[in-house]
Protein backbone atom coordinates (compact mmCIF):
# COMPACT_ATOMS: atom_id res chain seq x y z
CA UNK A 1 0.00 0.00 0.00
CA UNK A 2 1.02 3.96 -0.61
CA UNK A 3 1.06 5.67 2.43
CA UNK A 4 3.01 8.94 3.27
CA UNK A 5 4.86 9.61 6.40
CA UNK A 6 2.53 10.61 8.60
CA UNK A 7 -0.01 7.33 7.52
CA UNK A 8 3.35 5.41 8.15
CA UNK A 9 4.06 5.95 11.14
CA UNK A 10 0.04 5.69 12.27
CA UNK A 11 -0.16 2.11 10.99
CA UNK A 12 3.26 0.94 12.23
CA UNK A 13 2.46 2.14 15.66
CA UNK A 14 -1.19 0.12 15.60
CA UNK A 15 0.05 -3.17 13.54
CA UNK A 16 3.97 -3.34 14.15
CA UNK A 17 4.08 -7.25 14.09
CA UNK A 18 2.00 -7.29 10.81
CA UNK A 19 3.50 -5.37 8.18
CA UNK A 20 6.32 -7.17 6.58
CA UNK A 21 8.02 -4.35 4.45
CA UNK A 22 8.74 -0.91 3.90
CA UNK A 23 9.72 0.67 0.93
CA UNK A 24 11.07 4.41 1.44
CA UNK A 25 12.19 6.05 -1.73
CA UNK A 26 13.17 9.06 -3.25
CA UNK A 27 16.35 11.08 -4.69
CA UNK A 28 17.11 12.88 -0.95
CA UNK A 29 19.04 10.06 0.66
CA UNK A 30 20.10 11.74 3.73
CA UNK A 31 16.44 12.21 4.60
CA UNK A 32 15.51 8.39 3.63
CA UNK A 33 18.13 7.26 5.43
CA UNK A 34 16.39 9.49 8.39
CA UNK A 35 13.26 8.10 7.88
CA UNK A 36 14.57 4.46 7.91
CA UNK A 37 16.26 5.04 11.13
CA UNK A 38 12.61 6.39 13.01
CA UNK A 39 10.74 3.45 10.76
CA UNK A 40 13.59 0.88 12.38
CA UNK A 41 12.85 2.03 16.25
CA UNK A 42 9.06 2.06 15.47
CA UNK A 43 9.36 -1.53 14.49
CA UNK A 44 12.19 -2.75 17.04
CA UNK A 45 12.27 -0.60 20.00
CA UNK A 46 15.16 2.06 20.82
CA UNK A 47 17.33 -0.78 21.71
CA UNK A 48 17.49 -2.77 18.48
CA UNK A 49 21.11 -1.61 17.51
CA UNK A 50 22.60 -2.96 20.80
CA UNK A 51 20.85 -6.06 20.95
CA UNK A 52 22.17 -6.68 17.62
CA UNK A 53 18.82 -6.61 16.00
CA UNK A 54 19.62 -5.21 12.91
CA UNK A 55 20.89 -6.22 9.79
CA UNK A 56 22.27 -4.58 6.80
CA UNK A 57 22.69 -5.72 3.01
CA UNK A 58 23.06 -4.87 -0.63
CA UNK A 59 20.85 -5.67 -3.11
CA UNK A 60 23.84 -6.91 -4.93
CA UNK A 61 24.46 -9.25 -1.99
CA UNK A 62 20.70 -10.30 -2.01
CA UNK A 63 20.35 -11.10 -5.84
CA UNK A 64 23.55 -13.09 -6.24
CA UNK A 65 23.05 -15.45 -3.22
CA UNK A 66 18.98 -14.86 -2.41
CA UNK A 67 19.10 -17.62 -0.36
CA UNK A 68 21.05 -15.77 2.56
CA UNK A 69 18.19 -13.29 2.52
CA UNK A 70 15.89 -15.71 3.05
CA UNK A 71 17.52 -17.11 5.57
CA UNK A 72 17.89 -13.91 7.46
CA UNK A 73 14.27 -13.26 7.44
CA UNK A 74 13.71 -16.52 9.48
CA UNK A 75 17.01 -16.50 11.72
CA UNK A 76 16.11 -16.20 15.11
CA UNK A 77 18.14 -13.76 17.19
CA UNK A 78 20.00 -14.25 20.59
CA UNK A 79 17.75 -11.21 21.76
CA UNK A 80 14.22 -11.59 22.01
CA UNK A 81 11.94 -8.56 19.67
CA UNK A 82 11.93 -7.71 16.56
CA UNK A 83 14.47 -7.96 14.22
CA UNK A 84 15.00 -5.98 10.97
CA UNK A 85 16.72 -6.53 7.53
CA UNK A 86 17.79 -3.59 5.71
CA UNK A 87 18.77 -3.48 1.62
CA UNK A 88 20.35 -0.66 0.88
CA UNK A 89 19.95 0.73 -3.21
CA UNK A 90 17.43 -1.50 -4.14
CA UNK A 91 15.92 -1.69 -7.76
CA UNK A 92 14.17 -3.24 -9.76
CA UNK A 93 16.34 -6.28 -10.02
CA UNK A 94 15.37 -7.34 -6.81
CA UNK A 95 11.62 -7.79 -7.61
CA UNK A 96 11.39 -11.24 -7.71
CA UNK A 97 13.33 -11.87 -4.81
CA UNK A 98 11.25 -9.77 -2.68
CA UNK A 99 8.17 -11.43 -4.54
CA UNK A 100 9.26 -14.67 -2.94
CA UNK A 101 9.98 -12.98 0.03
CA UNK A 102 6.64 -12.03 1.26
CA UNK A 103 5.17 -15.18 -0.14
CA UNK A 104 7.18 -17.15 3.05
CA UNK A 105 7.01 -13.96 5.20
CA UNK A 106 4.92 -14.52 8.67
CA UNK A 107 4.92 -12.30 11.80
CA UNK A 108 7.74 -13.60 13.72
CA UNK A 109 9.88 -13.37 10.84
CA UNK A 110 12.24 -10.09 10.61
CA UNK A 111 10.44 -7.07 8.85
CA UNK A 112 12.27 -5.92 5.40
CA UNK A 113 12.88 -1.85 4.72
CA UNK A 114 14.26 -1.70 1.44
CA UNK A 115 16.19 1.94 0.86
CA UNK A 116 15.84 3.06 -3.07
CA UNK A 117 16.46 6.18 -5.05
CA UNK A 118 14.33 7.78 -7.53
CA UNK A 119 11.50 5.13 -8.60
CA UNK A 120 9.61 5.84 -11.73
CA UNK A 121 5.49 5.10 -11.92
CA UNK A 122 6.58 2.53 -14.05
CA UNK A 123 8.96 0.73 -11.32
CA UNK A 124 8.00 -3.21 -10.63
CA UNK A 125 9.56 -2.99 -7.17
CA UNK A 126 7.46 0.27 -6.34
CA UNK A 127 4.56 -1.40 -8.32
CA UNK A 128 4.89 -4.93 -6.18
CA UNK A 129 5.01 -2.75 -2.74
CA UNK A 130 1.91 -0.39 -3.72
CA UNK A 131 0.11 -3.47 -4.47
CA UNK A 132 0.08 -5.35 -1.47
CA UNK A 133 -2.14 -5.14 1.38
CA UNK A 134 0.15 -5.36 4.41
CA UNK A 135 3.26 -4.05 2.72
CA UNK A 136 4.40 -0.16 2.77
CA UNK A 137 5.71 1.76 0.26
CA UNK A 138 6.27 5.60 1.01
CA UNK A 139 8.15 8.34 -1.04
CA UNK A 140 10.56 10.69 0.22
CA UNK A 141 9.41 14.26 0.24
CA UNK A 142 12.01 16.79 0.88
CA UNK A 143 9.49 18.98 2.66
CA UNK A 144 6.92 16.22 2.67
CA UNK A 145 5.80 17.07 6.12
CA UNK A 146 5.04 21.22 5.17
CA UNK A 147 2.02 20.98 3.78
CA UNK A 148 1.39 24.33 4.25
CA UNK A 149 4.31 25.48 2.14
CA UNK A 150 2.27 22.70 -0.59
CA UNK A 151 -0.74 24.53 -0.61
CA UNK A 152 0.85 27.84 -1.08
CA UNK A 153 2.85 26.69 -4.15
CA UNK A 154 -0.15 25.27 -5.75
CA UNK A 155 -2.68 28.57 -4.79
CA UNK A 156 0.54 30.97 -5.61
CA UNK A 157 -0.06 29.37 -9.30
CA UNK A 158 -1.11 32.35 -11.95
CA UNK A 159 -3.15 29.39 -14.24
CA UNK A 160 -6.46 27.95 -13.47
CA UNK A 161 -7.26 24.91 -12.03
CA UNK A 162 -11.06 23.78 -11.49
CA UNK A 163 -10.47 20.14 -11.11
CA UNK A 164 -10.38 18.90 -7.94
CA UNK A 165 -8.59 15.53 -8.94
CA UNK A 166 -6.04 17.05 -10.52
CA UNK A 167 -5.74 19.47 -7.70
CA UNK A 168 -5.85 16.52 -5.19
CA UNK A 169 -3.17 14.98 -7.44
CA UNK A 170 -0.99 17.82 -7.12
CA UNK A 171 -1.24 18.44 -3.27
CA UNK A 172 -0.54 14.48 -2.27
CA UNK A 173 3.33 14.59 -1.71
CA UNK A 174 3.25 10.78 -2.51
CA UNK A 175 3.01 11.59 -6.03
CA UNK A 176 6.35 13.24 -5.90
CA UNK A 177 9.52 12.24 -4.93
CA UNK A 178 11.21 15.74 -4.36
CA UNK A 179 10.34 19.45 -3.25
CA UNK A 180 11.99 20.49 -6.19
CA UNK A 181 10.33 18.18 -8.70
CA UNK A 182 7.13 19.55 -7.40
CA UNK A 183 8.29 23.19 -7.83
CA UNK A 184 9.87 22.92 -11.20
CA UNK A 185 6.45 20.88 -12.41
CA UNK A 186 4.16 23.73 -11.02
CA UNK A 187 6.72 26.36 -13.08
CA UNK A 188 6.24 24.67 -16.10
CA UNK A 189 2.75 24.45 -15.45
CA UNK A 190 2.70 28.03 -15.83
CA UNK A 191 4.37 28.46 -18.43
CA UNK A 192 2.52 26.35 -20.73
CA UNK A 193 -0.97 28.09 -20.05
CA UNK A 194 0.97 31.30 -19.55
CA UNK A 195 -1.27 32.73 -22.89
CA UNK A 196 -4.24 30.40 -22.23
CA UNK A 197 -6.92 31.76 -19.76
CA UNK A 198 -8.95 28.22 -19.44
CA UNK A 199 -8.45 25.84 -16.95
CA UNK A 200 -6.55 23.01 -16.59
CA UNK A 201 -7.10 19.97 -17.94
CA UNK A 202 -6.09 16.29 -17.67
CA UNK A 203 -4.87 16.40 -20.92
CA UNK A 204 -2.72 19.05 -20.58
CA UNK A 205 -1.18 17.66 -17.16
CA UNK A 206 -0.52 14.46 -18.99
CA UNK A 207 1.38 16.74 -21.43
CA UNK A 208 3.73 18.28 -20.01
CA UNK A 209 4.75 16.44 -17.20
CA UNK A 210 7.66 13.51 -16.86
CA UNK A 211 6.69 10.04 -17.79
CA UNK A 212 7.98 9.14 -14.59
CA UNK A 213 5.40 11.34 -12.66
CA UNK A 214 2.72 11.31 -14.99
CA UNK A 215 -0.74 9.68 -13.70
CA UNK A 216 -2.64 7.59 -14.92
CA UNK A 217 -6.59 8.17 -14.73
CA UNK A 218 -6.11 4.95 -12.15
CA UNK A 219 -4.05 7.42 -10.08
CA UNK A 220 -6.06 9.95 -10.12
CA UNK A 221 -8.95 8.23 -9.33
CA UNK A 222 -6.78 6.95 -6.16
CA UNK A 223 -7.13 10.09 -5.02
CA UNK A 224 -10.29 10.62 -4.89
Same mark, same amino acid.
Given at each position: ???? &?????? $??? /??? @??????? %??? +??????????????????????????????????????????????????????????????????? &?????? $??? /??? @??????? %??? +??????????????????????????????????????????????????????????????????????????????? @??????????????????????????????
Amino acid at each position: MKLN &FKELKI $NLT /KNT @SLVPLVL %IYG +SNQSEVKVICDEVTELLCGPKAKEEMRIYKMTESSVVREPENFYEKIKAIGFFPGQQVLIVENATDK &FTKTLE $NAL /KIW @SKCDAAI %ILL +SDKLRVTSSLRKLVEGHKTAICTAVFDEQRDTEKINKAINSLACTIEDADIIRYLKNPKNFDSYSSFSKLLEKLDLYKL @SDPKPVTYDEIELILPDSLSPTVFELIDEL
